[in-house]
């Protein structure tokens, strides 16, 4: 069945530090893939989404590139501020069958100033 | 939109009760999914829903799991009896059908504890 593996957290970084946090798939046809944000207290909000092989998806300064020959979709950001402090889902959701959204772990990021 | 829509925001109860969760999806949307969040196993999906009709139930625990959309703007999860184990927050999702691909948007979830 569908997967999502994330690294482990949390990542603690200082405000301005480059965010790297890695996220890997299996999936069985070709799947859509999401980054969702979850700050403290509050529901799941989709940060940044891509379709296909070779899109990026960018929001808020956010980015990641959808890589087919690699199964994986990390999420990337030059310069990280404290309020950007919350968990991170990778998702994805298949093209046919069952559409629901397969999520990884989470990874709590932690900015300090 | 108010978007999502999820009552109540918390509920304790004691082992043995009965909880009822409710959901409001956003209007127009056809699907509706019901996740449970815990520390240990993350975010599961428990049932999911097309048009009102229930699709993949797989990830429902238990016989003590039920969950109901009698029409388009309102869905229930409830628990019977209710245990410890079952403390989490549940979350409630929706979106359009027709569109593949598309984004799920949740509402703010039910934290449970059963005690």
């Known amino acids: 069945g569908d997967s999502v593996t994330q690294m482990e957290g949390p990542v603690t970084l200082s405000e301005e530090a480059f965010l790297t946090i890695n996220c890997t798939y299996t999936?069985?046809?070709?799947?859509?893939l999401f980054w969702y944000v979850q700050y403290p207290g509050e529901g799941l909000q989709l940060l940044l989404k891509a379709t296909k092989a070779d899109d990026k998806g960018s929001n808020k300064g956010f980015e990641a590139t959808y890589r087919k020959e690699t199964t994986s979709f990390h999420l990337e950001k030059g310069s990280v501020q404290v309020s950007d402090s919350a968990v991170y889902f990778c998702a994805l959701s298949e093209d046919t069958g069952r559409r629901a959204l397969t999520f990884g772990s989470g990874t709590r990021l932690q900015v300090q100033p | 939109d108010a978007g999502v829509i999820q009552s109540p925001r918390h509920e304790v109860t004691e082992m043995g009760q009965e909880v009822t969760l409710r959901c409001k999806p956003i209007s127009g949307h056809n699907s509706l999914f019901w996740y449970r969040q815990t520390m240990m196993r993350g975010l599961e999906l428990l049932i999911y829903f097309n048009n009102n009709v229930p699709i993949d139930d797989s990830g429902m625990p238990e016989d003590r799991f039920s969950a109901k959309m009698p029409n388009a703007s309102f869905s229930t999860l409830k628990i019977q009896p209710s245990e410890p184990r079952d403390s989490a927050v549940y979350f409630c999702?929706?979106?359009?059908?027709?569109?593949?691909?598309?984004?799920?948007?949740f509402g703010q979830g039910t934290r449970l504890t059963v005690v």
């Open positions: 999702a929706s979106s359009p059908t027709g569109a593949l691909n598309t984004e799920a948007f």
């Open positions: 999936a069985t046809g070709y799947p859509s």
